[in-house]
């Protein structure tokens, strides 16, 4: 089950369980959509994969399953970001 992260891990833009700005790696590692599209390029800068869409979990299971209050918060060196979007970005997502 997905944690639902409550942020961005780059620039610690809140991301509740109903935005429609989380994006996510199939790691999970979340950011906006401002930093996964346009500032690391829809690379991930910490395994490479690509991003998708965070779904919102529904209404009827935060109670059950409430989203992470844990915040992760690991902005990422510009420099060694770039490179690797760079290098990555014009492969698609099952060939990286």
Do not use: W
Request: proline share 8%; aromatic share 8%.
């Amino acid at each position: 089950m997905l944690e639902i992260r409550p942020n961005c891990e780059h620039c610690n833009k809140n991301l509740p369980n109903t935005s429609t700005e989380a994006m996510i790696c199939s790691f999970e590692c979340t950011y906006c959509k401002t930093c996964a599209i346009e500032i690391f390029e829809n690379v991930c800068p910490t395994c490479a994969g690509n991003f998708v869409e965070r779904p919102i979990r529904p209404s009827k299971y935060k109670e059950k399953y409430p989203a992470s209050k844990k915040s992760v918060f690991k902005p990422k060196k510009l420099e060694e970001a770039k490179i690797k979007s760079n290098q990555f970005k014009d492969i698609h997502p099952s060939k990286r």
